[in-house]
């Protein structure tokens, strides 16, 4: 399941003309499926992971994290702790309201693209 989703997700992503990194975890935060797109920059693969384990870890968007972090000052320190990555392009994955794993996409043109990756793959695979 975690390669057909990596693959639906660069899928999504050529649907808008977008080439990225995709890096899935599962609830232990351990990397099961890793795709890179040829054109993509190599330190995608590291953000990509570290937006997967966040959105796992804190059972929440990436985006939204890194939304709260500025906006909220008791949320600022959550930028501070070098495991997670507070951009947009990760996602929790949910099964039957369980967050079993994390999707994380890097390297598409920002933060708003790479989640909009991940969200219209993870759409497909809803239960």
């Known amino acids: 399941m975690a390669n057909a989703l990596a693959e639906a997700t660069l899928a999504s992503c ?3 003309n977008r080439d990225a990194v995709v ?3 599962d609830r232990g935060g351990n990397l099961i499926a890793l795709q890179r797109a040829d054109k993509v920059g190599p330190h995608n693969i590291r953000a990509a992971e570290r937006k997967a384990f966040t959105a796992l870890s804190t059972k929440a968007s990436t985006s939204a994290l890194a939304e709260r972090a500025l906006t909220d000052p008791g949320a600022r ?7 997670l990555l507070l951009l947009g392009g990760g996602l929790p994955i949910l099964h039957d309201g369980d967050v079993i794993g994390g999707i994380g996409v890097a390297g598409s ?9 991940a969200s219209a793959a993870l759409a497909t695979f809803a239960p």
């Open 77 to 83: 320190n959550l930028a501070q702790l070098p495991e």
């Open 23 to 25: 890096a899935i975890v």
């Open 14 to 16: 050529r649907t808008m």
């Open 109 to 117: 043109g920002g933060s708003a693209s790479n989640e909009q990756c």
